[in-house]
């Protein structure tokens, strides 16, 4: 049994996610805590595998609460946020930053169509994340433990044919995304390609929060668009994601590929097969093998390919399987991923 604690001042959201949480047998909610404090002292004599804290908590809010329990007796965190609260929708970066693993976005009252999907993206988090091993993990990602200078400048020669970057995540995502897209300068020369898997409904609720600190622009993705530099284009909800010769958008409906649609592996397949040589492919944090084979497709073709580390990883699924089948050379942070694509649009500019 998964055990759970729930971390909400409000009685009835309370009962509504212990219901949730209880439908499942293979979670069990181990305490219910109205406050930060309740929770920190039900932490240590409940010890449960992970909880979960809404934003908005009277006194010591979720932000506090979530940081004190990564100092103290770090435990995987699902931050609930509610959807209809833009400013709730920025703050989670801050809460993924004190060292929360994911973000669940909590539908209003009035959005029932939207319940379904919301328990099942919580019982699936829940399940995942409770095996996130975090002790003093989240503390290391701001001290950069290699120097990735020379790591960096090897791709000089090579930055000028860059065309086009794609980008794959998974769980922990979110996070990761926000530190290299808040680094592009907003002259960036090339298009941005980025399927993260989410929840169906919550694409644009994503899309606000990587907005709000993003350096280019970005959208969803339409059929049919022409791509364009200083974008980033995000793969909409239920559609793979793809580019034709011609630099246009292509959104298929084929169904899932590794489990997930859209998939990682359609969009680096079709970067791979469309540019070739004059691609960077990026592969994120999460779960599973989606777009480790078709990133190595793309550096067998030729293209720069980047993996992110495991000390930054919330999990290393992808990459790490990226890493063992030869698809890239190079594991880094975030911040030294975002390093790379921006000298290579320097790099670009100048030559």
Request: glycine share 12%; net charge negative.
């Given at each position: 049994m998964i055990k759970v604690l729930i971390v909400e001042d409000s009685k009835a959201i309370q009962e509504f996610l212990d219901n949730i949480l209880s439908s499942d047998p293979d979670v069990l909610v181990a305490g219910v805590a109205s406050s930060g404090y309740e929770a920190i002292e039900l932490l240590k004599i409940k010890k449960p595998d992970i909880i979960t804290i809404d934003i908005n908590l009277s006194g010591m809010d979720g932000y506090e609460t979530t940081r004190r329990i990564m100092e103290s007796f770090p435990t995987p965190i699902v931050i609930i946020s509610g959807i209809e609260n833009p400013k709730e929708v920025t703050d989670t970066n801050r809460y993924m930053e004190a060292g929360a693993v994911a973000v669940v976005f909590r539908p209003s009252p009035f959005e029932l169509h939207q319940l379904p999907s919301f328990r099942k993206e919580l019982i699936q988090t829940v399940k995942l994340m409770a095996e996130i091993k975090v002790i003093k993990h989240f503390h290391r990602r701001k001290k950069e433990q290699i120097k990735p200078v020379s790591r960096v400048q090897q791709f000089e020669n090579d930055a000028k044919r860059i065309q086009v970057i794609a980008i794959g995540a998974s769980t922990g995502g979110p996070l990761a995304l926000q530190v290299i897209l808040s680094r592009l300068p907003?002259?960036?020369?090339?298009?941005?390609?980025?399927?993260?898997?989410?929840?169906?409904?919550?694409?644009?609720?994503?899309?606000?929060?990587?907005?709000?600190?993003?350096?280019?622009?970005?959208?969803?993705?339409?059929?049919?668009?022409?791509?364009?530099?200083?974008?980033?284009?995000?793969?909409?909800?239920?559609?793979?994601?793809?580019?034709?010769?011609?630099?246009?958008?292509?959104?298929?409906?084929?169904?899932?590929?590794?489990?997930?649609?859209?998939?990682?592996?359609?969009?680096?397949?079709?970067?791979?097969?469309?540019?070739?040589?004059?691609?960077?492919?990026?592969?994120?944090?999460?779960?599973?093998?989606?777009?480790?084979?078709?990133?190595?497709?793309?550096?067998?073709?030729?293209?720069?390919?980047?993996?992110?580390?495991?000390?930054?990883?919330?999990?290393?699924?992808?990459?790490?399987?990226?890493?063992?089948?030869?698809?890239?050379?190079?594991?880094?942070?975030p911040e030294s991923i975002a390093e790379i694509l921006i000298k290579s649009n320097l790099e670009k500019k100048i030559l």
């Open positions: 907003e002259e960036l020369s090339v298009p941005v390609l980025i399927v993260q898997h989410i929840a169906p409904g919550f694409v644009k609720v994503f899309q606000k929060m990587l907005s709000s600190t993003s350096g280019i622009k970005l959208k969803i993705a339409e059929e049919g668009e022409i791509i364009s530099g200083g974008i980033g284009y995000i793969a909409p909800d239920n559609f793979h994601m793809g580019v034709t010769r011609g630099r246009k958008i292509i959104l298929s409906d084929q169904p899932p590929e590794n489990g997930s649609k859209p998939s990682v592996s359609y969009l680096f397949r079709s970067v791979a097969q469309t540019f070739g040589p004059d691609a960077l492919g990026v592969l994120l944090t999460g779960m599973g093998k989606d777009g480790a084979d078709e990133l190595k497709d793309m550096k067998d073709k030729g293209a720069i390919t980047v993996v992110q580390n495991e000390e930054s990883s919330v999990v290393f699924g992808m990459p790490g399987e990226a890493l063992r089948i030869g698809a890239s050379n190079i594991a880094l942070s």
